[in-house]
């Protein structure tokens, strides 16, 4: 099992970009899914979360900019971010409660390798 990121890059303030993160191997199903936010030198951070019913939460922060979003069918979770500041440039990480073919019986917590954003003034 494996969580593949993509989607990051450059791009300017006020721009926007859509992050991508696909669920791929052995699954039996996934929980919840979310995109974390980490800076250097400060612990990684919840920037929103989906659960598999489409429920939402977002860091206060954040909210109106972000949108997080999930194709259950394509066991892939999205976060589109708009009008993006150099303040949001950090790496990102998606995240999944999921509950591997191998071990059925509990809940696993997988994390994709990150993928970063830069956003220049």
């Known amino acids: 099992v494996q969580l593949q990121a993509s989607g990051g890059g450059l791009v300017q303030a006020g721009g926007s970009l859509r992050l991508s993160c696909a669920a791929s191997?052995?699954?039996?199903?996934?929980?919840?899914m979310d995109w974390y936010v980490q800076v250097p030198g400060k612990q990684r951070e919840l920037v929103a979360s989906?659960?598999?019913?489409?429920?939402?939460k977002y860091a206060d922060s954040l909210k109106g900019r972000f949108t997080i979003s999930r194709d259950n069918a394509k066991s892939t979770v999205y976060l589109q971010m708009n009008s993006l500041k150099p303040e949001d440039t950090a790496v990102y990480y998606c995240?999944?409660?999921?509950?591997?073919?191998?071990?059925?019986?509990?809940?696993?917590?997988?994390w994709g390798q990150g993928t970063q954003v830069t956003v220049s003034s």
């Open positions: 995240h999944a409660d999921l509950v591997p073919i191998a071990d059925s019986r509990r809940l696993y917590s997988y």
């Open positions: 191997g052995s699954i039996f199903s996934i929980q919840d």
């Open positions: 989906i659960t598999s019913g489409g429920s939402t």
